[in-house]
């Protein structure tokens, strides 16, 4: 059974960082491109970054908005994604979710359609 397991939300100040982790189980990893989105209530879900698979040259990409504060990364021996949360502001707060992408080829996508699994998620607030 495949399985994404965020972590590492919580409520910070202006200004702090935080660090989310997404593990994933049940899937063959190294095939798998892995996606951050955000959702605020009333919003629609907001691609953040992504990362490519392990088969060819590791790339990553960010969304405008959080592109010089963010920083995605994975840790092919834990089968775990991170993304580095820096410079907080009270917008970037909503509801996180890790996503992986079964991919043939480089590179990683920002559409969410696009994604074959999501875990549940995980609370980020940042206060002013």
């Known amino acids: 059974q495949v399985q994404l397991v965020e972590s590492g939300g919580g409520l910070v100040q202006a200004g702090g960082s935080l660090r989310l982790a997404c593990t994933a189980s049940g899937l063959t990893y190294g095939a798998y491109a892995m996606g951050w989105f955000r959702q605020a209530p009333g919003k629609e879900r907001e691609w953040v970054s992504c990362?490519?698979?392990?088969?060819?040259?590791?790339?990553?990409y960010y969304g405008d908005s959080v592109r010089g504060r963010f920083t995605i990364s994975r840790d092919n021996s834990k089968y775990t994604v991170y993304l580095q949360l820096d410079s907080l502001k009270p917008e970037d707060t909503a509801m996180y979710y890790c996503?992986?992408?079964?991919?043939?080829?480089?590179?990683?996508?920002?559409?969410?359609?696009?994604?074959?699994?999501w875990g549940q998620g995980t609370q980020v607030t940042v206060s002013s």
């Open positions: 990362i490519s698979t392990l088969v060819f040259g590791i790339t990553s």
């Open positions: 996503a992986a992408e079964l991919r043939l080829s480089g590179g990683c996508s920002s559409g969410p359609n696009r994604y074959n699994y």
